[in-house]
């Protein structure tokens, strides 16, 4: 409680800073930076961002994947959206609100109990689907369950800390759930290699330019572009929580593959059971067995069954121990 507290106190120093060149160092502080490592020796967090980028080009070169038409409306998405939470969350009396928004910059935004779409934003059938799972199974869910607790409330508001265990969670189930695509990863790392950009000093008009070389339209440039800089200035450095995506995705699949590998399967589950953060999940598994916090009621279908999940970690236990560059020797006549 005293740390939520103190990050309260930065991120109301880091508003005050808005337009400021000290906005980006709290930023820094709450979020981290690109640059962060985890553990001495390892990649940066912009090495990934490099390193994706670059075997994604690869795929768009093998011409074999095919942009779908996003030809769905932002009411059609509504009422699709609308129906899945309906049975994601079974809750008459608490019910899952799906409403159109022009107020917000992202496609959607979760909020306590509803979820916003952005009202001029056309969809793909994928798009439903990872929406459905990142903004519903994860922050709308965590939320709930965290409303839901006999006496740690808190838990259904997130702080900083949350967030960077919080996105990651949401990537991790867009992986589970194969909701994700080549076109969302692209989104998601060249946001870490503008972040590492504009640290390195690089101004708004030569972010935007790093966007529009990637392949966006100039609208969308504009708007990536705008999430890099939001809070800050247009030479003062990059508001950094865009990078909580990828940096919590590293964080949350570690921890689910290090509580398989250790046998403790009960700790996966309370991912889910609020806002959570990974330094916290020892304490919430002894509050749970004192009966302070409630295991979570809502929960994805991947993690409500867990034997699926525990032969994917079991496998990706022993692959990560492999190393790719020998193996690509050993492959280099099948390719």
């Known amino acids: 409680m005293r740390r939520m507290c103190h990050e309260y106190s930065d991120v109301v120093r880091m508003l005050d800073a808005r337009g400021t060149p000290e906005f980006s160092q709290f930023s820094q502080q709450l979020y981290g930076s690109p640059n962060d490592v985890f553990h001495a020796g390892d990649p940066t967090l912009a090495d990934l961002g490099t390193q994706i980028s670059e075997i994604l080009e690869n795929v768009d070169r093998s011409l074999l994947l095919q942009a779908e038409r996003k030809d769905i409306t932002g009411e059609e998405a509504v009422e699709m959206l609308q129906e899945r939470l309906d049975e994601a969350f079974p809750d008459p009396d608490r019910p899952i609100r799906v409403m159109l928004s022009d107020g ?30 990142h903004e519903g199974w994860v922050h709308v869910g965590t939320t709930r369950n965290g409303m839901e607790q006999p006496y740690c409330t808190f838990l259904s508001k997130g702080p900083p800390s949350s967030t960077v265990t919080q996105e990651g969670l949401a990537i991790v189930m867009e992986i589970l759930a194969f909701a994700s695509h080549p076109g969302r990863m692209r989104r998601v790392t ?32 504009y708007t990536n572009t705008s999430r890099v800089f939001r809070g800050s200035t247009p030479t003062g450095g990059p508001f950094t929580k865009d990078i909580s995506y990828s940096k919590g995705f590293i964080l949350v699949y570690n921890y689910i593959q290090l509580a398989v590998r250790k046998g403790l399967l009960d700790r996966v589950p309370l991912l889910f059971c609020g806002k959570t953060n990974l330094g ?56």
């Open 104 to 133: 917000i910059i992202s496609d959607a935004a979760a909020g306590t109990d509803y979820l916003k779409v952005r009202k001029e934003a056309r969809f793909n059938a994928r798009d439903i689907r990872l929406l459905e799972v």
């Open 280 to 335: 916290d999940m020892r304490t919430l598994a002894q509050l749970v067995e004192e009966g302070l916090v409630v295991p979570p009621r809502y929960l994805p279908p991947h993690f409500a069954d867990m034997n699926a999940l525990v032969s994917w970690m079991c496998y990706s236990d022993f692959l990560n121990r492999l190393n790719l560059d020998r193996i690509d020797l050993d492959f280099g006549n099948i390719f």
């Open 190 to 221: 060249n946001r870490i290699r503008a972040v590492a950009m504009a640290e390195g000093g690089a101004d708004f008009l030569e972010i935007f330019r790093f966007f529009r070389e990637e392949g966006f339209s100039d609208q969308e440039s």
